[in-house]
Each structure stands twice: as C-alpha cells, then as structure tokens.
C-alpha cells in the first residue's frame, strides 16, 4: 500500500473514532464544557498551562468545510478515548496554550496555521511539528479540510529513548542534535523524505490502541510511540534555522560515517542515499567537504583499513581478504591497495611481520 493510502486509512480511523465516541458522552453547548467534562470525569487538566494527563497522550482533531470540528482526547489510564463534535467560526484560535511535556503534531490531511510564542507559522500534510515544554501555542480553525494527529510526550520518555543506541541504529547523532536544538528553539520542523509509510501504519496503530481499553494497550502504545521517535530520523528530514545548518551536516555525516562502517562490505552509494533519503550528490558534498573524499571514495577507504586490520590481525589469504571486505574484483582490489599504500597487500603483510620479529 502506498502512503497515499496509509493517510487515507489514519484519516478514515480518526474521523470514525470521533464519531463513534461522540455519541458516548451529552452535547454541552461549547468547548468550555467539555474541558470541564474532561477535568471532572477523569481528572484530565486542560487549563492553560497543562500538565501531563499520562506519560503520553493521544488528541486529535479534524475540520471540514461545513464550519464542523471533531475533536478526541485518550490517554493509558481512560478507559476510552473522549470525543466531540461542535461547529466553529472560520479563524478561530483554540485557546492559547503550554504543556508540561513536548506535543508532536502530525499533520494527515490539509494545512495547519498555528501562533507559537509570538510567530505565526503554517505546517503542510505529511509534515510534524514538535514544541518543546512550556511554549505557549495555539491552532487556528478555518473552514476547510484539516486533520491531525498530537501526541503529548513526558519528557523524559522522549530523551530516554533519544539515548538509547540500538545495534543497528545509525542516527544517534541525528537525534542527540534533535535533543539540543529542541531546547533552543520554540518548534522543530520535520518534512517527509519521501513516502512515510512506517510512520502513518505506525500512527494507525498507536490511534487503536489508544481508543481502546484491551489488554496490553499501555505496552504497545509505548511501544509504537518509540516507533514514531525513531521514524523523525529515518523518514523524515530535520529543518532547523539557517544558522545550524553545519550542525545538522555535522550530524549526518557522522551517522552516514556509522552506516557505512557497519554495511562497508556490500553497501552502494545508492543505498546509503536511500536509507538516509538524501541524494548521493548531496551527501558526496557533505563528505567531500569533511574529509575531501567524495561519499564513493570514503567507502572504499573504509574497505582499504579493514584489509589492512585484517592483514595484521589473521592468516586469511589476501584473496579472502579481499573478498570479506567487499571486493569480488582481485585486480580491481590491489589497484585499489596500492594506490593507497603504495605497496600490495602480501607485500605489506611481509613488512608488518619482519617488523613484529
């Protein structure tokens, strides 16, 4: 299924969960008191300064055309999701707001216009937004179609998982940057690179789960919030102020570094530009610019060093060697050595040896 459909099916499951909830609870006349039903049916806060409901909550909200809002409100500890439908003045600014918490917003469908602090900003479909605690926001509600998804994360769930270095993940420095800059600025921007399929199907999930009150909510929940964390660096790009553009080229090259040292032996320049959905001109620039090699060159040095351990370190033939390192051309393979080290292989070897004696 292509993203197209991924969003289409979010949008579906979060304008039928609306409908289906808002029949649960009485029709109050307003905004006001429903925030009220909230903050004395479950205790939930909703006053301007907001402090965390749970360790993560789930809101969203659709407008249309007809001047109709529906908006949702779930949390671990409600034994289902709130839900209402009320009409609204094309315009209108919800109430202006902060969290205790970081909010990341994914935007389904339309456009959103928000006042953060004292800026107004607009954010396009497919893309999020994350504002950091303590910032005061507010959406603008206008007479076309709009949906969204906004999680309210605890932040110490979010730096938690920021630091967890898994075996196989090759963005830690993206997201030690997302970590700093989130404290430095009153959102972060992050535009999809692409289709994000993992991030919508992810979404999905996370909207059932959190509607629902089966066993095993609160675990998959946390653990699809993970997913999307992880997902800001691999399915989207990070748009910071110009002035943090060398940060952020900093960061992707060090997580580039890291890839191709853990896949040297059969990654392509192609595939590299594909996991990090960069072009490989664009990277080569960055790699040239840090080492003076172009993003090919790099990963043929990489192959070269490892040779060269491999050369010192155990009795394998040069031609396994060879091989182990990703070259499946001998000749190809001593051109490529002594280029570099001005000497071939066995030759090297030989060297290191009578050295050692």
Not at 304 to 318: G, I, M, N, P, Y
Request: hydrophobic share 35%; glycine share 6%; aromatic share 12%.
């Amino acid at each position: 299924m292509e993203n197209t459909g991924f969003k289409a099916e979010l949008k579906r499951f979060l304008h039928q969960t609306i409908q289906i909830h808002a029949n649960f609870v009485p029709c109050p006349p307003g905004i006001t008191e429903h925030e009220s039903f909230l903050s004395q049916t479950y205790h939930v806060d909703l006053s301007q300064s907001r402090p965390l409901y749970d360790l993560v909550t789930l809101s969203g909200w659709y407008t249309n055309t007809e001047q109709i809002r529906g908006f949702l409100y779930a949390g671990f500890s409600m034994p289902r999701c709130y839900a209402w439908i009320s009409p609204f003045s094309p315009g209108t600014i919800c109430k202006t707001h902060s969290h205790t918490s970081i909010e990341l917003t994914y935007i389904i469908e339309g456009r959103l216009r928000m006042r953060i602090g004292d800026v107004e900003l607009s954010f396009n479909e497919g893309e999020f937004v994350l504002i950091n605690s303590d910032i005061l926001h507010g959406e603008y509600l206008y007479k076309e179609d709009c949906s969204l998804i906004c999680l309210d994360i605890d932040d110490s769930f979010f730096t938690r998982h920021m630091e967890f270095q898994g075996d196989e993940d090759y963005t830690q420095s993206l997201k030690k940057l997302i970590n700093e800059k989130r404290s430095q600025y009153l959102y972060i921007r992050f535009s999809p690179a692409g289709d994000a399929p993992q991030t919508t199907a992810i979404l999905t999930l996370l909207l059932q789960e959190m509607s629902t009150n089966l066993p095993g909510k609160k675990h998959l929940s946390i653990g699809a919030v993970e997913r999307v964390i992880d997902l800001l660096t691999k399915e989207f790009h990070t748009q910071v102020a110009r002035q943090d553009t060398a940060d952020l080229h900093q960061a992707l090259f060090e997580d580039v570094q890291n890839y191709v040292r853990a896949y040297y032996p059969s990654v392509t320049v192609g595939q590299i530009g594909a996991a990090f959905h960069f072009s490989p001109d664009y990277l080569s620039r960055i790699f040239r610019k840090q080492t003076g090699l172009t993003l090919s060159a790099y990963i043929q040095d990489v192959r070269l060093s490892e040779a060269v351990k491999l050369l010192h370190t155990t009795d394998l033939s040069v031609e396994a060697i060879a091989a182990q390192v990703g070259y499946q051309n001998q000749g190809f393979f001593y051109r490529k050595f002594k280029e570099k080290y001005h000497v071939l292989p066995g030759d090297l070897r030989k060297l290191e040896r009578k050295t050692r004696l």
